[in-house]
T-cell receptor, first 108, second 114 residues
Framework: KNEVEQSPQNLTAQEGEFITINCSYS?????LHWLQQHPGGGIVSLFM???GKKKHGRLIATINIQEKHSSLHITASHPRDSAVYIC??????????FGAGTRLTVKP | GAVVSQHPSRVICKSGTSVKIECRSL??????MFWYRQFPKQSLMLMAT?????????EQGVEKDKFLINHASLTLSTLTVTSAHPEDSSFYIC??????????FGAGTRLSVL
């Protein structure tokens, strides 16, 4: 079993929909990252969380340390949000563990 | 905020040539830098970890003579793919970690070996 599990693997939404991507981890962590990978491959760091909630524009990331779960939400989704979203957890050994990614397609 | 610059973003080369990829931390000193490789539709896989001034630590199965890593300073690490072959075609990503264990990612380099 992977230390970091993401769901869903693939997600298709209509423009304007509210989107949630989930990430569960099975080990103790010191921080969790959400990354966005564009179709061309380029990676953008969206959030780094160790507790609570962060918001940036239409993106919101939350983490529940007790439940070992994090969610990435996108409000008012747009086709330009289409990308692969990757959850990455920094475990207590300072090793980064990556989820398999969620491929999001937002249709106009 | 802190930024990691990776260059080039895309490179196409002939088989047998060597390719150098640079990773720079722009406004912080990176105590540790990481190099990842990503195959199509797969997640990132750690290749090696490097600390400034010391030899890189390679993950099992990664050829150190094939993938040369030089962490010349606290803001620069380079990955050289030596005598590249088509099977080395992949997406390579660097990441830099601060002294406070905050990790930032480069945008990645797509290598295509003809």
């Amino acid at each position: 079993k992977n230390e970091v599990e993401q769901s869903p693997q693939n997600l298709t939404a209509q423009e304007g929909e509210f989107i949630t991507i989930n990430c569960s981890y099975s080990v103790g962590i010191s921080a969790l990252h959400w990354l966005q990978q564009h179709p061309g491959g380029g990676i953008v760091s969206l959030f780094m969380l160790s507790s609570g909630k962060k918001k940036h524009g239409r993106l919101i990331a939350t983490i529940n340390i007790q439940e070992k779960h994090s969610s990435l939400h996108i409000t008012a989704s747009h086709p330009r949000d289409s990308a692969v979203y990757i959850c990455a957890a920094l475990n207590n050994n300072n090793d980064m563990r990556f989820g398999a990614g969620t491929r999001l397609t937002v249709k106009p | 905020g802190a930024v990691v610059s990776q260059h080039p973003s895309r490179v196409i080369c002939k088989s047998g040539t060597s390719v150098k990829i640079e990773c720079r931390s722009l406004d912080f000193q990176a105590t540790t830098m990481f190099w990842y490789r990503q195959f199509p539709k797969q997640s990132l896989m750690l290749m090696a970890t490097s600390n400034e001034g010391s030899k890189a630590t390679y993950e099992q199965g990664v050829e150190k003579d094939k993938f040369l890593i030089n962490h010349a300073s606290l803001t620069l690490s380079t990955l050289t793919v030596t005598s590249a072959h088509p099977e080395d075609s992949s997406f390579y990503i660097c990441s830099a970690r601060t002294a406070r264990d905050i990790q930032y990612f480069g945008a990645g380099t797509r290598l295509s070996v003809l």
